[in-house]
């Protein structure tokens, strides 16, 4: 069998052998990447199976959840207990932390995971995607405590997202290099597809919502009128711009060909600390996107080291090639 072909399963016994990951962790990847192919078959029948719109509840960052967010939501969580060693779940779309076990051990796994991301394009029929994050404990948490739960993105052992676009993919990073593999219809395999996945240090092509211009701080400001500002510029060079409303789908792109993807904080989301959510949005990305060799900053400090308070925080985000990423964080002055 040429490598190119290699199944889910045959790459991470692959992984094992070459890095040492737990057989459990293997079972929570095969049980995640489950989950994954079953969502992503719901959103593709949505139209027939009267799936697609919102529900009448409001989830606990105040967004009207849509149908396939909690149907997204309830395979996520099905699928991830179903391993012995998870001891805890926490999603976007639950207020509380599940705790799955009676007595924690150290050394059980948190999975943290947004089940659909960009629920938005839902209804007008573009990508969306799911994300997750594995933290493995270093003591016995407390099932009472949700506290304990608040772990910095440098202790995530593993990350992921799976991307409904027009094919279905699921990328993964274990801590040595990204890969991703396409879903095989027929066969239903995920299989080896992008090998290695690397970040270029260097872009021409940015991501924002460049509808909230005015909210922005100056040094974002700055840098998307000198991308604007073409070849006579202080870039001197043409930016393309790109924004999809899905944050799997920017972050797809960014890996494949390069690019920055920015949600910073604004005057509409300082109260709120950022936009997007550091648990289960920003550090499973910047653990992605760094081991392509991108970075991955809120603008003043790597994502990673950001010491959660709550775990549905949000976070300014700023990620992607490298170098880029490092010039805006010379803007907010930090470096
Ligand atoms: P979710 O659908 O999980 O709530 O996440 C949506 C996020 C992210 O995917 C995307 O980048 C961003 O929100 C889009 O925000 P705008 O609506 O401001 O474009
Ligand atoms: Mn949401
Ligand atoms: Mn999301
Ligand atoms: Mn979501």
Not at 130 to 147: K, Q
Request: hydrophobic residues 35%.
């Amino acid at each position: 069998m040429t490598e190119h072909q290699m199944t889910f399963r045959q790459f991470l016994l692959q992984d094992q052998r070459r890095h040492g990951i737990s057989d459990d962790l293997i079972f929570l990847l095969e049980d995640v990447a489950t989950a994954c192919r079953i969502i992503s078959n719901q959103i593709r029948s949505g139209a027939f199976s009267d799936n697609l719109g919102s529900t009448d509840t409001t989830n606990v960052q105040g967004e009207t959840q849509k149908q396939l967010d909690v149907i997204a939501n309830d395979e996520f969580v099905r699928h991830c207990s179903n391993c012995s060693r998870v001891a805890a779940l926490v999603s976007e779309e639950v207020d509380e932390v599940y705790w799955l076990k009676a007595a924690p051990e150290a050394g059980d796994y948190i999975v943290y995971f947004d089940p659909l991301d960009g629920s938005s394009n839902l209804d007008v029929n573009l990508s969306v995607g799911s994300i997750f994050s594995i933290v493995e404990t270093t003591r016995a948490l407390d099932p009472g405590d949700d506290a304990s739960v608040l772990r910095r993105g440098s202790e995530q052992i593993c990350a992921g997202y799976a991307i409904y676009g027009p094919s279905t993919a699921l990328i993964v990073t274990t801590g040595t290099g990204v890969n991703g593999f396409t879903h095989q219809q027929g066969t239903g395999e995920f299989r080896l597809t992008y090998r290695d996945m690397t970040i270029p240090p260097e872009t021409r092509e940015f991501a924002i919502n460049a509808s909230r211009r005015l909210a922005w701080e100056a040094p974002v400001q700055r840098y998307f009128d000198e991308c604007l500002a073409g070849t006579d510029g202080p870039r001197g060079a043409s930016f393309n711009m790109r924004w999809t409303a899905s944050m799997v789908a920017d972050v797809h792109r960014i890996l494949t060909r390069g690019g920055v993807f920015l949600y910073p904080v604004d005057s509409g989301n300082r109260d709120q600390g950022g936009k997007l959510r550091l648990m289960y949005e920003a550090n499973p990305m910047a653990l992605i996107v760094e081991q392509a060799g991108g970075a991955a900053t809120t603008g003043s400090q790597r994502i990673m080291d950001v010491e959660p308070t709550s775990h549905h925080q949000r976070v300014s985000v700023i990620l992607g090639s490298r170098d880029e990423v490092a010039l805006i964080e010379s803007y907010h002055g930090s470096v």
